[in-house]
């Protein structure tokens, strides 16, 4: 479990080091690309690490077998399963499977991070202690259409909708789901304000108070892999310490918007995407399987607006103290608060209950000393 402790450790202090005015993109980019490195390695060289890797694995043993045929009528989707094909009909071991994977994750959040936020290391900060990492080596198809969608929400506020929709059909190609996100278009363009979300919170009271019927309907007749008999740990949800703690981080950005607004013209969007987030969360407490839907809004609101949010406390505090030489320790105490002490305590706690199965982390090499 140290190296969990290490990766944020490391990413803060790299960042203070390199995201600076001094160093300029040049510093970004060399942060990026090595916050990037770090990532894809922990990630790439895992072994039985996460609850969907022994399924990810048997999926890669069946497709070795398999026909083009049988492949075309396999359930998965085809932006998963062609290229899955393809390695399995070469190398003899998954791994190179979730090395992909990893490459493909890493890739898309970093040139994110690179591309939307200010302050890279605080967005990789929060990438790790949120629990996205360890839930990019679980929900794995799901997580990179999730990427793809965090690319798509910066044309709702440009209103290109056609943009939007072709990312949103390419992101369903790796995952289904992506394809809610269409609908969700005209819904991401709600100005949010005391009265909207007013209303909002009204809305999600009354589809909460219905859920639970909706679902075991559903789980009877669709989801049957979901329903409450066979899978009582997806029927009985989740923990809502999640929720909790994304719905403080949206009343945090909620109370923050107009600043956000004038350094972020996505904000909006992006706080509505948290909202929703946050509404598919509470959903999850109440049959798990809905708290998945949350992923597909959470990726960018989290990676983009920890950093806006983070420029807003630090300009507000070094506004104070203009002048003085207590800066730095003004900057320290806002590290320690805003990391150790809030997202610090969080990770805490998703390193405590073994959350999506991460603990302990072990490699490929680590197995191969088993063996032999």
Not at 15 to 38: D, M, N, P, Q
Not at 135 to 157: C, D, E, H, K, P
Not at 240 to 267: D, E
Request: hydrophobic share 55%.
């Amino acid at each position: 479990m140290l190296i969990y402790i290490v990766m944020p450790v490391a990413a803060i202090i790299m960042g203070l080091f390199l995201c600076r005015e001094k160093t300029g993109s040049k510093g970004k980019l060399i942060y990026c690309v090595g916050a990037g490195a770090g990532l894809f390695a922990v990630a790439a060289i895992r072994y039985a690490v996460g609850y969907d890797y022994i399924l990810y694995a048997n999926w890669f043993g069946r497709l070795r077998f398999m026909s083009g045929t049988e492949l075309t009528h396999w359930s998965r989707e085809k932006g998963f399963a062609i290229p899955a094909k393809f390695l399995a009909d070469m190398f003899p071991e998954p791994q190179i499977m979730f090395a992909l994977i990893a490459f493909a994750v890493t890739a898309g959040v970093m040139l994110l991070i690179y591309k939307r936020s200010p302050v890279p290391w605080v967005s990789v900060a929060a990438f790790l202690t949120s629990g996205l990492f360890f839930i990019s080596m679980n929900f794995m198809r799901q997580f990179i259409a999730a990427v793809i969608i965090a690319f798509a929400l910066r044309y709702v506020a440009k209103k290109r909708f056609c943009r939007f929709a072709g990312l949103i059909l390419f992101a369903s190609v790796f995952h289904y789901s992506a394809l809610l996100l269409l609908p969700f278009y005209f819904l991401l363009k709600i100005k949010l304000n005391y009265i909207s979300l007013s209303l909002m919170l009204t809305a999600s009271i009354i589809i909460y108070m219905f859920v639970t019927p909706l679902m075991d309907i559903a789980t009877n007749f669709f989801y049957t892999r979901y329903d409450p008999v066979t899978h009582i740990e997806a029927a009985n949800g989740l923990s809502p310490v999640y929720t909790i703690v994304f719905a403080l981080f949206f009343a945090l950005a909620f109370m923050l918007r107009n600043m956000l607004k004038i350094r972020n013209k996505h904000a909006n969007t992006l706080l509505v995407s948290m909202y929703f987030a946050v509404f598919f969360g509470l959903l999850g407490t109440s049959h798990a399987i809905l708290s998945r839907l949350a992923l597909l809004f959470i990726i960018a609101p989290i990676l983009i607006l920890s950093a806006d949010i983070y420029t807003i406390l630090r300009d507000l505090i070094l506004l104070m103290f203009k002048g003085s030489k207590k800066n730095t320790v003004v900057w320290g105490a806002l590290v320690s608060l805003f990391f150790l002490c809030i997202n610090g305590l969080y990770y805490h706690y998703l390193l405590s209950v073994n959350f999506n199965g991460v603990v302990p982390y072990q490699t490929v090499f680590d197995r191969q000393e088993v063996e032999t």
